[in-house]
């Protein structure tokens, strides 16, 4: 028998390493460091990509202050959009909502689109089969769906395991850098300001920004959490110094790896593989295997994550009546948002087709839109939060450290609109596409249609059905 008990909310038992597991997940390490890794250093700022890790962090760090501090004042699952929408009122809420899904969803597409290309590559290699690329898609697709459907629980143990391997891997190969050069083979130009400042800076920090996307999964799995008030703050920030250090010392050991004067030209004329024949210069031709598989199991995780991300920002506009309440509905035995999930699933299955039918390229086309269109989405949601985080306590401080009100928040904000702005006049590096073309304004006009059709259905609720809006308020 199905449930569709909706007030009995989510179940898990997620403790602080769990939730941390899911956001290492996202962000996908390993991914990183083999695929954007080598864009941010050639295009980027070049030797300084390790401290731009730092700055972006540090940025990043400010804003958890305050995104922790209100996090004790949100019920559900709501994550950025439960903050805009307690900060900002209903319907800059639910436009901002709007937003998240279809960036999170473009994002996943591309991620799935992107991880099935390496399947397909590694599948002709070994047993000399050609099947078409959507095919690969579409079974990675309804993979992740079953997943997504169970426990979250069952999530988190496959992404434990992956997730475990690629890190290992990557510490595997600084250690052996470090064994190799000697302390006194470590050249400290990389961690100069004078190396951060050199190249391009600006993309440097745009692709950095996206090698920290998913730490808002720590309130995204409120409900799925044993202690939410100590578990989410712990968790965001481990979070977020995990990655900044794990970044920070990679990319510099990556650098000393390769060579300090050669290593741009490396990330240039040797894009897709630069990484991974790093490893297999520093480890053997073995872990060079191994590495070129944990590729594939790094973005799966990240795919994954993002599904559950998605499915459960799904279930808190059902529970608010913002989209079909059924939505909201909790499985009898797993405990999961299974309706909202199977959504997603369909939906990420129907943009395949749509892609095919289009005769769109994978890489080119459906994987660099895609990751541009969620990219920008994403830096619009969370510029949108830290300003809700000022505004919820500008008219409530209770009590909060002014640390944590305002002086972080402020700071954060400053930081956040000039990523912002860095994404919009750097959308070329994104999409591949020269100047305000078709492509790129297609892309801008995605996002703010998105943003303008749910603060429609805010305005609305506000002015034709007050008291869903009313249910809209109370249930997040």
């Known amino acids: 028998m199905e449930t569709q008990n909706k007030m009995a909310g989510l ?26 890794g080598p864009l941010m250093i050639g295009l980027g700022n070049g030797i300084g990509v390790p401290m731009t890790s730092v700055v972006v962090g540090c940025a990043l760090l400010l804003f958890a202050f305050g995104f922790v501090a209100m996090s004790k004042y949100i019920e559900g699952s709501g994550a950025f959009y439960a903050y805009i929408l307690k900060g900002m009122g ?8 709007a937003v998240a899904v279809v960036s999170y969803t473009l994002v996943l597409l591309a991620l799935e689109v992107f991880l099935s290309i390496l399947v397909k590559d590694a599948v002709e290699r070994w047993v000399d089969v050609n099947l078409h690329w959507s095919i690969y898609t579409s079974a990675i697709i309804l993979v992740i769906g079953v997943l997504g459907y169970r426990n979250i629980e069952a999530s988190a ?31 400290p130009t990389p961690l100069l300001p004078s190396s951060f400042m050199s190249g391009n800076p600006g993309i440097g920090i745009l692709f950095t920004v996206l090698c920290f996307v998913g730490f808002e999964a720590t309130v995204v799995y409120r409900e799925e959490v044993k202690d939410p008030n100590r578990t989410i703050p712990l968790a965001t920030y481990y979070s977020i110094i995990i990655i900044v250090v ?21 990330a240039l004329s040797n894009t897709e593989y630069m990484y991974i024949d790093f490893v297999g210069h520093y480890m053997g031709k073995v872990a060079q295997d191994i590495a070129n598989i944990l590729v594939i199991t790094s973005l799966f995780s990240a795919a994954l994550a993002n599904h559950n991300v998605i499915a459960r ?41 749509g892609s095919v039918v289009f005769n769109l390229d994978p890489i080119k086309e459906v994987y660099t839109w895609g990751s541009a269109a969620g990219t920008l989405g994403y830096m619009l949601i ?79 609720l506000k002015c034709l059905s007050p008291l869903r809006l009313v249910q809209v308020c109370e249930r997040v």
């Not at 990556?254 to 741009?264: E, F, H």
């Open 11 to 36: 179940q898990g038992s997620l403790g602080v390493m769990g939730v941390v597991l899911m956001v290492l997940a996202q962000a996908a390490p390993l991914t990183v460091m083999a695929g954007t």
């Open 90 to 97: 209903p319907v800059t809420g639910i436009g901002g909502a």
């Open 157 to 187: 143990k496959v992404l434990g395991v992956a997730l475990v391997a690629e890190i290992a891997i990557i510490i595997v190969a600084d250690i052996v850098v470090v064994w190799q050069h000697g302390l006194a083979g470590l050249d």
């Open 246 to 266: 794990l970044y920070c010392v990679s990319f510099y050991l990556t650098i000393i790896g390769i060579g300090v004067d050669d290593v741009v030209k490396q």
């Open 313 to 353: 920002y799904k279930y808190v506009l059902g529970r608010s009546s913002v989209i079909n309440p059924r939505f909201s509905d909790v499985h009898h035995v797993h405990g999961s948002p299974h309706r909202a999930s199977f959504t997603q699933t369909l939906t990420a299955l129907a943009l395949v087709v």
């Open 382 to 460: 969370i510029t949108l939060t830290a300003l809700s985080v000022i505004l919820f306590f500008r008219k409530d401080s209770r009590a909060v450290p002014v640390w944590n009100s305002k002086i972080a928040p402020y700071l954060s904000l400053i930081c956040l609109v000039g990523f912002l702005y860095l994404a919009l006049v750097n959308i070329s590096a994104l999409t591949g596409s020269q100047g305000w073309n078709f492509v790129n304004i297609s892309i801008v006009a995605v996002v703010v249609g998105t943003f303008m059709i749910g603060s429609t259905r805010g305005l609305y």
